[in-house]
T-cell receptor
């Protein structure tokens, strides 16, 4: 079993929908949690990060971490076609670049 | 991917050939990482260098070697390429803050 599990989808939604992306993890030592967006044939780019449990909001994006259930979520409000990409969750400890990634979820937002 | 360069962008090798992937940064961050990305597997850490002069193994180091040439450059070497090393390789640069993480554009490697 991978330490970070993510449903690969694919997920297809209409423009304007609320998107919910989810991951679970098994390693209690993970302290911070990241979401990356990756467009086709590009490198991942950091979208959101959260330290420990709680919520973090940035524009249309909200990241949630529930350490008691080991659950990581990303919500996208008012989704746009430009949000179509692969979304990767990741978790790590004190070494910021030493991360364990989920498999990635392919999201398509159609007009 | 500004500030992180990877060369080459594409490479096709035959089994048993060797090659070196290069990563360079101009952001003056200490930590550099090599990941590989395979369908259904996500990104997996191969090797990393927390600072100039140090390197450590990640999750999947077998078949690879690394060199931290200086603070700017971190190379990944395949001594004898195998088809299982067909993948997309990404370099990650990390600073001292959680949001200081930058991936390079990637190198697409095919081993025949």
């Amino acid at each position: 079993q991978k330490e970070v599990e993510q449903d690969p989808g694919p997920l297809s939604v209409p423009e304007g929908a609320i998107v919910s992306l989810n991951c679970t993890y098994s390693n209690s030592a993970f302290q911070y949690f990241m979401w990356y967006r990756q467009y086709s044939r590009k490198g991942p780019e950091l979208l959101m990060y959260t330290y420990s449990s709680g919520n973090k909001e940035d524009g249309r994006f909200t990241a949630q971490v529930d350490k008691s259930s080991k659950y990581i979520s990303l919500f996208i409000r008012d989704s746009q076609p430009s949000d179509s990409a692969t979304y990767l969750c990741a978790a790590g400890g004190t070494s910021y670049g030493k991360l364990t990634f989920g498999q990635g979820t392919i999201l398509t937002v159609h007009p | 991917n500004a500030g992180v360069t990877q060369t080459p962008k594409f490479q096709v090798l035959k089994t048993g050939q060797s090659m070196t992937l290069q990563c360079a940064q101009d952001m003056n961050h200490n930590s550099m990482y090599w990941y590989r990305q395979d369908p259904g597997m996500g990104l997996r850490l191969i090797y990393y260098s927390a600072s100039e002069g140090t390197t450590d193994k990640g999750e999947v180091p077998n078949g690879y070697n690394v060199s931290r040439l200086n603070k700017r450059e971190f190379s990944l070497r395949l001594e004898s390429a195998a088809p299982s090393q067909t993948s997309v390789y990404f370099c990650l640069i990390a600073g001292v803050l959680y949001n200081e993480q930058f991936f390079g554009p990637g190198t697409r490697l095919t081993v025949l």
